[in-house]
């Protein structure tokens, strides 16, 4: 089964200045993605950013970049410059990708990001 | 570019009643995901379709039934509604079963309030 943590229920950060994101996660499946999603307060879902397991180099867009530590098994969210805009929930996520399953989606609870001017 | 519709987008049913959430999926995924996000809550998987067959079933209610029709839309259908049913029901759609990050796409969601 797989779980995904994440620690700060709450985050908050000053703008134009960076904010890291935790996650970790457990998992015995030997291929997986990470995902990372932000939902603001109207409720869609947005895709940020995706880490493969095997995927050496750290995932980078724009100012989102994923700080992947394989053997702790965290993939932290790194944004950089904080904007006002950035003020959301954020959530990180994971899908097995060995095969075998329907590749589901499993989420933590999430860390609401505060952006204050 | 396409994305994935969800209607209604907002949806007020009483306690008993029925409601049937829709979700048009990307074109040509063929495979969609139903999920459930209650208040302040993280997104649980309810149930999954691949090609119009049920794929993965999560933790969803007897009362709940949902199905993928030729056109690849899939409905969830909720009976005997209840309070706890209120919730934000988020349908994402893929192309396969993987098709990389950019390929798993979330419609917006149908908000449902059960009073």
């Known amino acids: 089964a797989q779980k995904i943590t994440q620690t700060q229920p709450g985050m908050f950060v000053q703008e134009k200045e960076a904010v890291t994101l935790d996650c970790t996660y457990d998992?015995?499946?030997?291929?997986?993605?990470l995902f990372w999603y932000k939902q603001p307060s109207s409720g869609e879902m947005i895709f940020l950013i995706y880490?493969?397991?095997?995927?050496?180099q750290n995932a980078t867009e724009g100012r989102y970049s994923l700080n992947f530590q394989k053997a702790r098994k965290s993939a932290n969210l790194v944004i950089s410059a904080s904007q006002l805009g950035d003020s959301a929930m954020y959530f990180c996520?994971?899908?097995?990708?060995?095969?075998?399953?329907?590749?589901?989606?499993?989420f933590g609870k999430g860390t609401l990001l505060t952006v204050n001017p | 570019a396409a994305g994935v519709i969800q209607s209604p987008r907002h949806l007020i049913k009483e306690k008993r009643e029925t409601a049937t959430l829709k979700c048009y999926p990307i074109?040509?995924?063929?495979?969609v995901y139903w999920y459930q996000q209650g208040p302040g809550q993280d997104p649980q998987f309810l149930i999954s379709?691949?090609?119009?067959?049920?794929?993965d079933k999560g933790s969803i209610p007897d009362r709940f039934s949902a199905q993928q029709f030729s056109d690849y839309h899939s409905e969830l259908n909720m009976s005997s509604l209840e309070l706890g049913d209120s919730a934000l029901y988020f349908c994402?759609?893929?192309?396969?079963?993987?098709?990389?990050?950019?390929?798993?796409?979330f419609g917006s969601g149908t908000r449902l309030t059960v009073v």
């Open positions: 994402a759609s893929s192309l396969g079963r993987w098709t990389g990050p950019y390929g798993y796409t």
């Open positions: 998992t015995s499946d030997q291929s997986y993605g």
């Open positions: 880490q493969g397991s095997y995927d050496e």
């Open positions: 996520a994971m899908r097995d990708l060995s095969g075998g399953s329907n590749y589901k989606l499993t």
């Open positions: 074109p040509r995924h063929d495979t």
């Open positions: 379709f691949y090609e119009k067959m049920q794929s």
